[in-house]
């Protein structure tokens, strides 16, 4: 990876507006963060929030009702390849990154075509694919790439601090191509099971057990984590 998780913190764009809980935060969630559960942030939206405009963590602002315009859409991570498709969205997929190997297949399908990694992306042939969306990351894309691309497209930008942060993504992409009550099933269900491995490990640690010990790659050669 050419950098590590929190470099770009201390990248100010118009959607954050504050710290909270010692991190910065985008002014959209602001309101609905809730300082519970040891300190972790709990997002208390659902649906009904994506169901107007709202912005991303990037501070770009998205109308669902723009949604039936949205028939190309480029994807610059992995992620959210596999996760708008998740939701329903891959006949509108028309880019993605050489890395986007999810949904197995992927790369081999003729309509879509590669844009190059996540931080070498191939600018004019991104462009040439005329896209009606991008999505982006701010941890495994470029603030080059984004602010370039932020000034002629309508960009997604995805800055996932938390667990949470990465369920809310399935309602963000949901709303942006009309897949809203996909998404939040698929949220509510992974939220449910989130609430369930806490609910255990508490269980193990009131009852005097050591609660287990995970180890998250997000990367290999070298082996990295968060």
């Known amino acids: 990876l050419a950098h590590s998780a929190g470099e770009h913190d201390d990248w100010i764009d118009p959607g954050f507006a504050s710290l909270e809980h010692g991190r910065p935060s985008c002014q959209r969630r602001a309101d609905r963060c ?3 559960e040891n300190g972790k942030d709990r997002l208390m939206s659902g649906a009904a929030e994506f169901s107007n405009s709202w912005r991303d963590a990037g501070g770009m602002l998205h109308d ?3 949604a039936p315009r949205r028939n190309r859409i480029v994807s ?3 992620s959210l390849t596999e996760t708008l498709c998740a939701v329903g969205g891959r006949d509108r997929l028309a880019g993605c990154t050489a890395f986007c190997i999810r949904p197995e297949g992927l790369l081999k399908d003729r309509n879509i075509t590669l844009v190059g990694g996540t931080k070498t992306i191939k600018r004019e042939r991104l462009l040439g694919l005329q ?5 982006a990351n701010l941890e495994e894309n470029t603030l080059e790439d984004i602010e370039f691309l932020k000034a002629r497209v309508e960009c997604y930008v995805n800055g996932v601090k ?4 990465g369920i809310e993504t399935l309602r963000e992409l949901g709303s942006l191509v009309d897949k809203l009550q996909t998404g939040d099933a698929l949220a509510t269900s992974a939220r449910a099971e989130l609430d369930s491995i806490r609910n255990r490990v508490q269980e193990r640690r009131a009852a005097g057990a050591v ?3 995970v180890f998250y790659a997000i990367w290999r050669e070298p082996w990295m984590t968060i």
């Open 211 to 213: 609660p287990p010990r």
């Open 162 to 165: 938390t667990v949470e942060d």
């Open 64 to 66: 669902p009702a723009d």
């Open 76 to 78: 610059l991570v992995p």
């Open 34 to 36: 809730d300082p519970t």
């Open 131 to 135: 896209p009606d969306l991008v999505l």
